[in-house]
C-alpha cells in the first residue's frame, strides 16, 4: 500500500478508524490477537540442551573427559563415575549462571522499553510501543522515537532524523499533504513517518498503517539485530588472564607429573592427577561468576530505581570523579508552582503548592481576583494558551502531562478560574511554533471571538526583552526604553534571588490577512506583559548525596538554563556552591575555547544560563583535566555531551529516546541521589569482583603448591585426582559466587575514585594471592606431613587429613577475602549468603569424609578427633597469622 499518496481522509477508511477518538480497546484487542505485537522479529535464542552442551567446550575439561574414558577403559569405574558426575554438575552451575545473566538482560530490555502517546476511547494515553496496532492514533514531538510506519496527519515545524533508515544524516522537513508519483523512495515520502527514525524537531500527530516486521524498518530487521553479549573491558582483562593462567598451570602440571613419574609413580595415575590440578588451577568459573556478578549488581540497580543500558557503565561508575548535573527535577522535585506574578512594575504573590489549583492571590496582604487586573489576567490567560501542558485529575490527586514548567502556568491559570477548555471555546490557535532550546521561546498565533488574531509568546526573560519593542505598563502599551528594561531586569534579579525561575510572557497583535511564515517573523516587535515566578524546591535526599559524593571525591557540578542568581541560591543550598566557587553563565562558556575552559573549570560548580550544547564543551574541558565524567540530560540536544562522557545518565521520565538511547544509565526516578546510589554500587561490584578474584586463585594457587611441593620433597600424592576436583567444585564455587554479593564497605564513599587504568591485581592484590595461596598449600601439606610420618602405612588417612585441611583453609580464607584489612575488619554475618555458603560447603566435605558409600569414591576414611585440632588449628594460620602480622604494621 503506498500510504504517501492516499489523502488523509481516505487512509481513515483504509485502516478502519477514527481520528477524533482513535480505536477501542475491543477492537485494539482484535487486532493485536490478529496482527500481533508491533516488535521485530529477534534472532532465535540458544537451544537451552545446546546451551548445557556448550558447558562442556573448555579445553581442559575435554582433556578431563578423555583421562576418565582412560579411566574406565582401566577398570577404574568408580573414579570416572565420580569425575563424570562432578563435571556434570560443574556443567548445570555454568548453565544456570548463563540463564541468569540472559534472564536479566531480558528484564532490562523489558524495563527500557519506549512508550508513546496514543489515543485509546477517545484519551491520550501513554502505552509501550509493543502494543501499538494499524490504525492507532499517536502523537509524538521532538526527541521521540518513531515506534511504528505512520502516516502524518498533522505537523508543526516537524523534522526527522531517517538515517537508520536512508543513511541521510540531515533531518527530513515533513508535511501532511498526499505525494503523487512512480517509485517515490522513503527519503522522498514527507508525509510518512517511519519505525526506528528519531524526531529531531517539531511536534505531530499521526496514523499507524504498518508495525513490527510489516515496517520498511521491519523488511531490513537485521539492522536493528543487535543483541549480541557486551563484553566488558573487566571481562577482557579476565580472558586475557585466563590464558596466562592455562599456560602456567599447564606448565607447573607438566613439572608435576614429570616429577611424579621421576619417582616411580605409574604415568597413568599421575596423567589423571595432572589433569585433574590443571582444572583446578585453572579458574573456569571466573568469567561465569563476573557475568552474573555484573547481571545481579544490574539488577540491584534496577531496583535502585537505575537501569545499566551498557555493561561497561558498572565499572566505569567506580570511576567516576565528577558528577555533571541538570538542576530541574534531577536535584528539584520537578514540581513547579508559580509564587509570584509581575507585571507593568507591581508584583502579585500566589498561595498553593504542586498541582492543585487551590489557591489565592495577594497584593501585599490584600486577596485580589486576578480578573479585576487587566495585565495580570492577560499574563495568565496568554501564558495557558501558549502551552501544551494538562493537569488531570486522578481521584484526589492531580497529575501533570507534560513539561513541569508549562504545568506550573497552567495550574497558576486554573487559581485564577481558568481552563484550557473555557479558552478553547474563546479562542482558536491557528499555528504553533514549537518551544526550542536554541530560541529558548514557545510561539502560538491564535484568534479571538471578535476574530483579531495575535502572537503569544512565552520563554527565557532575557531572550523575550531583547525582540519586545513595547511593554504594558499602567494598563497601556508603552516603548521600552532604557529605564523600563532596567526595571524588568531588576524584577528578574529580585525573583531570581529568591530562588525562582522566572517565564516571560509577551504578544503582538496581526493583521486580519497578515501572514507569518516562520518563528523569527512570530517572535520579533513583541510588546512585554510580565513575569511569572516559580520554585522547584530542592529534593531533601539530594543534600546528604551531594555530600556523600564529596566524602568520595567525587565534585558535584550543577548544568542549568536557569538564572544565575537562582542556580546560586539552589546551588548554595545543596551544598554544592562552596565558599569561593565559581559560576559561570553561558554567554561566557560561549566564548572560551574549551583550552581556556580547561584552566578554569577546576573551580567552577554552577553552569548558569547554559544551552544543552555547552555541555559537550564542559565535557571535553573535564576530560582533558583528566576527570571520568558522569553527564546528565533529558533533551535531544543534551545526546552529543552524554555519548561524549564516561558515563552518560538520561532521565527516565523526562527523558527523550534519544539520549536515552545515547546513554549508558537511565534514571527511573529523574533523582540525584540514584547518581550516588549507581555509583556506590559500582564500587561494591568492581570490589567483589576483585574479591572473588582474590579468593578463587589463592586457592588454585595454594592447590598447586601442595601437589608441586610434595612431588620435589618425593612425597606420595597428598590428594587424589577426585579430591582436587571435589574442592574445586564445594569451596571455589559455592563461596565465590556469595562473595559476588557481598554489601558495601562502611567506606566505600570515603575514597578516592578508582583510576580506570587499575589493573586487576593493583593495590597489593597479586601478593594476597601469592602469599595466601604460599601459606594454604603449606599448611595443607604440613598436615600431610605430619599424619604420614605417624602412620606411614595409612596413606589414605593422611591424604583425608589433607583434603579437610585445604577445604577449611579456604573456607576461613574466604571470609579473608571480604576487605583488604583482616578478617576482623568485618563482621561475617553481614553477608549471610556467604556464610551458608561456608556452612553448606562443610557440611557438604564431612558427607564425603564421614558417609561410608562415598568413602571409597572420594578416597576418604573418618578422621579422629585429635586430629581435627591439628586441621583446624593449620587451617588458620594463614588467615589469622597474616592478619596479626598486619595489625602489627599498623600499630607499629
Not at 37 to 53: G, T, V
Request: aromatic letters at 6%; a negative charge; one cysteine or more.
Amino acid at each position: 500500500m503506498k500510504w504517501y499518496e492516499l489523502r488523509t481522509e481516505d487512509v481513515e477508511k483504509q485502516v478502519n478508524t477514527n481520528y477524533e477518538k482513535g480505536l477501542t480497546t475491543k477492537e485494539v484487542k482484535k487486532r493485536l490477537e490478529q496482527f500481533g505485537f508491533n516488535e521485530l522479529k529477534e534472532a532465535e535464542k540458544p537451544n537451552m540442551f545446546l546451551l548445557f552442551l556448550a558447558q562442556f567446550k573448555d579445553f581442559m575439561v575435554l582433556v578431563l573427559l578423555a583421562a576418565t574414558l582412560i579411566s574406565g577403559l582401566l577398570g577404574e569405574y568408580i573414579d570416572a563415575i565420580a569425575i563424570i558426575a562432578i563435571i556434570i554438575i560443574n556443567g548445570f552451575l555454568g548453565f544456570f549462571q548463563e540463564r541468569k545473566a540472559e534472564k536479566s538482560l531480558d528484564a532490562l530490555k523489558e524495563l527500557s522499553a519506549p512508550q508513546v502517546m496514543v489515543k485509546r476511547d477517545g484519551s491520550w494515553v501513554k502505552i509501550a510501543s509493543s502494543e501499538l496496532v494499524v490504525g492507532d492514533v499517536v502523537k509524538f514531538a521532538s526527541g521521540d522515537r518513531i515506534s511504528a510506519d505512520i502516516r502524518i496527519l498533522n505537523s508543526s515545524s516537524l523534522e526527522i532524523e531517517e538515517s537508520a533508515l536512508t543513511g541521510e544524516s540531515l533531518p527530513v522537513q515533513k508535511k501532511t499533504n498526499s505525494i503523487s508519483g512512480q517509485d517515490v523512495g522513503i527519503g522522498d515520502q514527507e508525509n510518512m513517518a517511519f519505525m526506528g527514525t528519531m524526531v529531531t524537531r517539531g511536534s505531530g500527530v499521526g496514523v499507524v498503517v504498518a508495525t513490527g516486521m510489516n515496517t520498511a524498518m521491519g523488511q531490513i530487521a537485521d539492522l536493528l539485530q543487535s543483541a549480541e553479549t557486551m563484553i566488558t573491558p573487566l571481562q577482557r582483562k579476565l580472558e586475557q588472564l585466563g590464558k596466562i593462567l592455562i599456560t602456567v598451570a599447564l606448565i607447573l602440571t607438566a613439572i608435576v607429573v614429570l616429577l611424579g613419574v621421576l619417582q616411580g609413580h605409574d604415568v597413568y595415575s599421575m596423567f589423571l592427577a595432572g589433569v585433574s590440578l590443571a582444572v583446578a588451577a585453572i579458574p573456569e568459573g571466573l568469567p561465569a561468576i563476573v557475568t552474573v556478578a555484573l547481571s545481579l549488581g544490574v539488577q540491584r540497580m534496577i531496583k535502585n530505581n537505575a537501569i545499566v543500558r551498557k555493561l561497561p557503565a558498572v565499572e566505569t561508575l567506580g570511576c567516576a570523579s565528577v558528577i555533571c548535573s541538570d538542576k530541574t527535577g534531577t536535584m528539584t522535585q520537578n514540581k513547579m508552582t508559580v509564587t509570584h506574578l509581575w507585571s507593568g512594575g507591581k508584583t502579585w504573590t500566589v498561595s498553593g503548592t504542586g498541582y492543585e489549583p487551590d489557591g489565592r492571590f495577594y497584593e501585599g496582604e490584600d486577596i485580589i481576583q486576578p480578573k479585576d487586573v487587566k495585565s495580570l489576567h492577560q499574563l495568565l490567560t496568554f501564558g495557558l494558551l501558549c502551552n501544551n501542558a494538562d493537569i488531570r485529575q486522578k481521584k484526589k490527586d492531580f497529575a501533570l502531562d507534560g513539561d513541569p514548567t508549562e504545568g506550573a502556568l497552567v495550574v497558576s491559570a486554573m487559581k485564577a478560574g481558568l481552563t484550557r477548555t473555557l479558552l478553547q471555546e474563546q479562542f482558536v490557535i491557528e499555528k504553533e511554533f514549537p518551544f526550542d532550546s536554541n530560541r529558548k521561546m514557545m510561539s502560538v498565533i491564535v484568534r479571538d471571538p471578535n476574530g483579531k488574531r495575535f502572537v503569544v509568546t512565552k520563554g527565557a526573560p532575557d531572550v523575550l526583552i531583547q525582540n519586545s519593542e513595547s511593554i504594558l505598563w499602567d494598563h497601556k502599551q508603552q516603548f521600552l526604553s532604557t529605564r523600563l528594561k532596567d526595571e524588568v531586569e531588576g524584577a528578574i534579579e529580585e525573583l531570581g534571588a529568591q530562588a525562582l525561575r522566572t517565564i516571560a510572557v509577551a504578544f503582538k497583535a496581526l493583521g486580519p490577512s497578515e501572514t507569518v511564515y516562520n518563528e523569527i517573523d512570530a517572535e520579533k516587535n513583541l510588546i512585554f506583559i510580565g513575569l511569572q515566578g516559580m520554585i522547584d524546591p530542592p529534593r531533601p535526599e539530594v543534600k546528604l548525596a551531594v555530600k556523600e559524593c564529596k566524602e568520595a571525591g567525587i565534585r558535584t557540578v550543577m548544568i542549568t538554563g536557569d538564572h544565575i542568581i537562582t542556580a546560586k541560591a539552589i546551588a548554595t543550598q545543596l551544598g554544592i556552591l562552596p565558599l569561593g566557587g565559581k559560576v559561570v553563565e553561558g554567554k561566557e562558556l560561549a566564548n572560551m575555547s574549551v583550552e581556556e575552559l580547561e584552566d578554569i573549570v577546576e573551580d567552577v560548580y554552577v553552569f548558569a544560563r547554559v544551552s544543552p550544547e555547552h555541555k559537550l564543551k564542559i565535557v571535553k574541558a573535564l576530560q582533558n583535566n583528566g576527570h571520568i565524567v558522569a553527564m546528565t540530560g533529558d533533551g535531544v540536544n543534551d545526546a552529543p555531551a552524554i555519548k561524549a562522557s564516561d558515563i552518560g545518565i538520561a532521565m527516565g521520565i523526562t527523558g527523550t529516546d534519544v539520549a536515552k538511547e545515547a546513554s549508558s544509565l537511565v534514571l527511573l526516578d529523574d533523582n540525584f541521589a540514584t547518581i550516588k546510589a549507581a555509583i556506590k554500587e559500582g564500587r561494591n561490584i568492581y570490589e567483589n569482583i576483585r574479591k572473588f578474584i582474590r579468593y578463587l586463585l589463592a586457592s588454585n594457587v595454594g592447590e598447586i603448591l601442595v601437589m608441586l611441593f610434595a612431588m620435589l620433597l618425593a612425597l606420595p600424592l597428598p590428594l587424589v585426582p577426585i579430591q582436587i576436583l571435589w574442592v574445586n567444585l564445594v569451596t571455589d564455587g559455592l563461596p565465590a559466587m556469595a562473595l559476588g554479593l557481598d554489601q558495601a564497605e562502611g567506606d566505600v564513599m570515603k575514597r578516592a575514585p578508582r583510576n580506570p587504568r587499575e589493573g586487576v591485581f593493583a593495590r597489593g592484590l597479586a601478593w594476597k594471592i601469592v602469599s595466601r595461596g604460599f601459606l594454604i598449600g603449606g599448611v595443607t601439606l604440613a598436615a600431610f606431613m605430619i599424619v604420614y610420618s605417624n602412620q606411614p602405612d595409612n596413606l589414605m588417612y593422611a591424604q583425608t587429613v589433607a583434603f579437610a585441611t585445604l577445604v577449611m583453609a579456604q573456607l576461613i580464607h574466604v571470609f579473608d577475602c571480604r576487605s583488604d584489612r583482616s578478617i576482623f575488619h568485618r563482621n561475617p554475618f553481614e553477608n549471610m549468603y556467604l556464610v551458608f555458603a561456608v556452612i553448606s560447603s562443610i557440611i557438604l566435605m564431612l558427607i564425603v569424609i564421614y558417609y561410608p558409600p562415598l568413602q571409597p569414591v572420594f578416597h576418604t576414611t573418618d578422621i579422629m578427633l585429635r586430629d581435627w585440632l591439628l586441621i583446624l588449628g593449620l587451617s588458620a594460620i594463614p588467615t589469622f597469622l597474616l592478619a596479626g602480622s598486619m595489625l602489627f604494621r599498623r600499630r607499629a
